[in-house]
């Protein structure tokens, strides 16, 4: 699924980055297909793709909103965000939409604190977040 | 003591897409300088009389960490700037890597000229790949310029994960490995990345290498206090008026920035260094900031009355305990008891031997832990107890 010439061991995780980038999961396949040919076992695969929160072993939707928890952000009233998202999305955090449209989790601090509240949308940050505006940005996406 | 520019000197002032901007404020005048006229040792020898610390948050000597790296034996030997910034409440490093990539590119040739090394990584956190692109664009212009015939720098993209900001696991992540702390020594200059002599700086460390080079380690040695040569950025968030990023000379008070800077009113607590940093009341906002006093990587959160304390420190311990590597069992387990004591006290239902058990817990995480996660992450609480031990002891169950 992703070419692995001349990849060593030291190339896993920019590999797993690759595949989560192109395919927005790391499907179990693909995890057992990279040890064989790196040489080394699922689990030690599995290990790494477990270990970082922006790599995904299931798959996620094609849109994916991490809304920031922490102190800075919840003091700028992240909750209302977190509901807001709620409402537009009909999901909660650490769950993906049906129709495969959103995933959505809660992240920790983005270093956007002083235009808190902030989020990730995909590899995108926005920040000075309000209801409305999670509205707008959400009704965008594809 | 005033604010004052030595890092930010050039962020609003050039265009980080042209190098040309750069060039016009004496870019690349200290590596050129540094090639031309200093030997390795001198270069060194220049940062340690500096007094130059780490900006990272541990505050190691920036030139003795060099001199250990230069002294090594090694094939290869290596430059990495950790651009992991995931401290709670710090957004320093990358207001400076947005504003200002070329000091930062300037500052790794010349670590590298200096201790003997060909290649140097940016280690930068999944968060900021915005910044890929820039940074990215800011290296070849770089190279095109014949600034790095003599060191090459790439650029590695973390994956979500604060303890990658660890030295030790920010290696093994560059490794393409789980990021899991090492056990420490061998050090990273004597063996760090890949088993080869290693410096490990961050961003805002290495923001003040060119401006030492070319003004000499006297000027910078005169500003700051006794300890803490320089300036330090901070970045202030949370019940202010004016967040954002302040460059102050180290020593400065801790009430200039909080109050007459960044605008706070009706201050009750403020959160130094992020989730392992240390919790203090208003009444000591006296304090002057520095590796002396308090400092950290210089994330200033600040409370207003309106906020409650035991939710501060559950929310902190909370975040440290999902971001725990796992590897050692007084963070991976002492973090979860800590967070489920203090939830039972957010909702009023602690009880009466919980003060002594988080006390316990505290002292053999602090002694115990492999990592300054778990060493430090007992802050919170040590500090919320001494200064506001009352909130807990009101919220202990009657029956
Ligand atoms: C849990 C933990 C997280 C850390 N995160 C960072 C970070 O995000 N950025 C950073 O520069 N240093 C971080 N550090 C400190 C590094 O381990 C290391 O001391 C620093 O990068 C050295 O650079 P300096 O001497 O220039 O400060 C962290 C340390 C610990 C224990
Ligand atoms: S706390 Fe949300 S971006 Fe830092």
């Not at chain 2, 910078?220 to 102050?248: A, C, H, M, W």
């Not at chain 2, 000379?249 to 920035?257: A, N, T, W």
């Amino acid at each position: 699924m992703i070419p692995t010439q001349g990849k060593k061991q030291e190339d896993l995780l920019i590999l797993l980055e690759e595949a989560q980038n192109k395919l927005g999961y790391l499907p179990e396949e693909l995890m057992a297909e990279l040890a064989k040919s790196l040489d080394m076992s699922i689990s030690d695969v599995y290990g790494v793709a477990t270990f970082y929160s922006f790599l995904s072993t299931k798959p996620q939707g094609r849109n994916v909103i991490r809304i920031c928890k922490c102190l800075p952000c919840l003091l700028k009233n992240a909750q209302a965000i977190i509901e807001s998202v709620e409402r537009e999305t009909g999901i909660k955090p650490g769950e993906t939409a049906p129709d495969g449209k959103f995933s959505f989790e809660l992240t920790n601090c983005i270093g956007a604190c002083d235009e808190a509240p902030a989020m990730m949308l995909n590899n995108e940050v926005h920040v000075n977040l309000t209801p409305g505006k999670i509205s707008q940005i959400l009704k965008a996406c594809k | 003591m005033p604010e004052k520019w030595i890092v930010l000197r050039n962020c609003g002032v050039i265009d980080p897409k042209r190098i040309t901007t750069y060039l016009d404020r004496d870019g690349f005048k200290a590596l050129k300088k540094a090639l031309a006229e200093m030997p390795p040792e001198q270069i060194i020898e220049e940062i340690k009389v500096s007094g130059l610390r780490g900006r990272g948050g541990a505050g190691f000597p920036c030139g003795l960490k060099w001199e250990l790296a230069r002294k090594a034996q090694g094939d290869e030997k290596y430059v990495i700037c950790n651009a992991d910034e995931g401290e709670v409440g710090t957004f320093k490093d990358r207001y400076i890597l947005e504003r200002d990539p070329f000091t930062l590119i300037e500052a790794m040739a010349i670590a590298g000229y200096a201790i003997g090394a060909k290649r140097g990584y940016i280690y930068l956190r999944a968060e900021y790949h915005h910044l890929l692109d820039l940074l990215g664009k800011a290296i070849s212009q770089a190279r095109e310029k014949g600034f790095l015939d003599h060191f090459e720098i790439a650029i590695h993209e973390g994956a979500g994960s604060y303890i990658c900001g660890e030295e030790s696991a920010l290696m093994e992540s560059i490794e393409g490995k789980r990021g899991e702390v090492r056990y420490r020594p061998p050090f990273p200059p004597s063996r760090g990345l890949w088993g080869k002599p290693t410096i490990i700086n961050n961003v805002e460390t290495l923001m003040n290498i060119p401006q030492v080079i070319l003004n000499g380690a006297h000027w910078f040695n005169q500003i700051g206090t006794e300890r803490s040569k320089g300036t330090k950025v901070f970045s202030v968030s949370g019940d202010v008026k004016k967040p954002g990023v302040y460059e102050l000379v180290l020593g400065s008070q801790l009430r200039e920035l909080v109050m007459d800077l960044a605008l706070a009113e009706k201050v009750k607590i403020i959160q130094v260094g992020g989730a392992t940093g240390r919790i203090i009341p208003y009444d000591m906002i006296d304090t002057p900031l520095s590796f002396e006093t308090i400092l950290g990587a210089g994330a200033i959160t600040v409370f207003d009355e309106s906020r409650d304390i035991i939710d501060i420190v559950h929310r902190t311990i909370e975040f440290l305990a999902e971001e725990c590597c796992g590897k050692c069992a007084p963070c991976r387990e002492g973090t979860e008891v800590m967070a489920e004591i203090l939830e039972r006290f957010s909702c009023g239902e602690g009880v009466e031997r919980d003060i002594g058990v988080l006390e316990e817990l505290s002292n053999a995480m602090m002694l115990s832990s492999l990592c300054g996660l778990g060493q430090a992450a007992p802050n919170p609480v040590v500090d919320s107890l001494q200064y506001f031990r009352s909130a807990y002891e009101s919220r202990i169950r009657k029956n």
